[in-house]
């Protein structure tokens, strides 16, 4: 499907690929240390939040733990009148920060989520926990709270928001394949905006379609065919990429997805939510459901729904565990006069064999 042109970015896969992007990889610094036993409990606690931050894996979830620990400081720091230190950490003081939360600590005053408080209660336990207050740790309570399926679209909204996009025009067909990217491979939103030329790869000489090798969380990689209409976009789009110097391929660390204002770069989270948001306006999809993980959602039940084992899906999502890619099929409907149907058939044949012997 990709032009001749593109052999040097879409190389046939090799047994050693993955070897080799992974000594590509720079190391990850280490962990900085925490002050020792005798000065910690009078520390500065927003400066000790940032160090523990700091030692998570991925730069997303680094970014969310800072956010939390400053927001659950500065809580603290107003109740006290100081700046909050280590040994200011306690059950009661989380307790009076989850009630806060509870009370005016969403979007305009109004009370937070329940999903997102328990993710409060959770990192700051998770906090106690590695200062070494294991009796603050074992007194946070997070609310229970039982996640439910993630909202999807319909395969027609899903047509009409891959229809968006004037594909005659630059722009269009990078959204175009984007979309398609997103919907046909069930990228996450990190992984879309990091996905670089060398995860594209042609396919084996025994496979028709080709893949994308991709780092997901926990730095394991993992192997998503791309379905043949997806295929056609990103053909359509890297022939008009910004970074293509005329008929060379991208270089292997070059981003497939930049933005076209200014110097050409990788996407950032919030010019991808706006796209999303913009084209599901257009498509008439409901503002909550333009979201990047809807098309997550989407791929995987359409998997689902297509009778793809659970287990092939979770390796192509990339899920450590099948009950994360069980969320994903809630929303199938539990068919169980099909499956009895199934047997029925299984049995009829039998009976056909062996009157036949």
């Not at 927001?71 to 280590?86: I, K, M, N, Q, T």
């Not at 609310?143 to 899903?158: A, F, Q």
């Not at 933005?259 to 008439?284: D, F, I, T, W, Y």
Request: with cysteine.
């Amino acid at each position: 499907m990709f032009s001749s042109t593109e052999v040097a970015t879409f190389g046939e896969s090799t047994p050693d690929d993955g070897a080799t992007a992974a000594l590509a990889r720079p190391p990850r610094p280490a962990a900085p240390a925490l002050p020792g036993a005798d000065e910690l409990l009078a520390a500065n606690l927003y400066g000790v939040c940032e160090l523990v931050a700091a030692r998570a894996a991925r730069p997303s979830t680094r970014r969310q733990y800072g956010a939390i620990y400053r927001r659950f400081c500065d809580a603290l720091r107003s109740e006290l009148g100081r700046p909050p230190e280590v040994g200011d950490l306690s059950a009661d003081a989380i307790a009076a920060y989850a009630r806060a939360l509870e009370r005016d600590g969403g979007r305009g005053g109004r009370p937070m989520a329940l999903a997102t408080r328990r993710v409060h209660l959770t990192m700051l336990r998770a906090l106690a926990a590695q200062l070494g207050l294991e009796g603050v740790a074992g007194e946070v309570r997070p609310p229970s709270h039982r996640v439910g399926p993630p909202e999807t679209l319909t395969h027609v909204e899903y047509a009409n928001l891959v229809r968006v996009p004037d594909r005659r025009t630059q722009a269009g067909k990078r959204d175009h394949a984007l979309l398609r990217v997103l919907g046909d491979c069930g990228l996450r939103n990190e992984e879309l905006r990091g996905l670089c030329a060398r995860a594209l790869r042609r396919p084996r000489a025994n496979a028709r379609h080709h893949r994308l090798y991709l780092h997901g969380k926990g730095g394991t990689e993992r192997e998503v065919p791309v379905p043949v209409a997806t295929q056609e976009a990103l053909e359509a789009w890297l022939a008009s990429h910004p970074l293509r110097r005329g008929a060379s391929a991208l270089r292997d660390e070059e981003p497939v997805f930049v933005r076209l204002v200014g110097e050409p770069g990788p996407l950032s989270n919030a010019a991808l939510h706006k796209l999303l948001r913009r084209c599901g306006a257009a498509a008439g999809v409901a503002e909550r459901l333009a979201h990047p993980h809807t098309l997550r959602a989407y791929y995987a039940t359409t998997l689902a729904a297509e009778g793809v084992p659970v287990h092939v899906i979770a390796a192509r999502l990339g899920h450590a565990e099948i009950q994360t890619t069980s969320r994903y099929l809630a929303e199938l409907a539990d068919d169980r006069a099909a499956v009895g149907d199934v047997l029925d058939r299984h049995h009829q044949g039998l009976r056909r064999r062996r009157v036949a012997s």
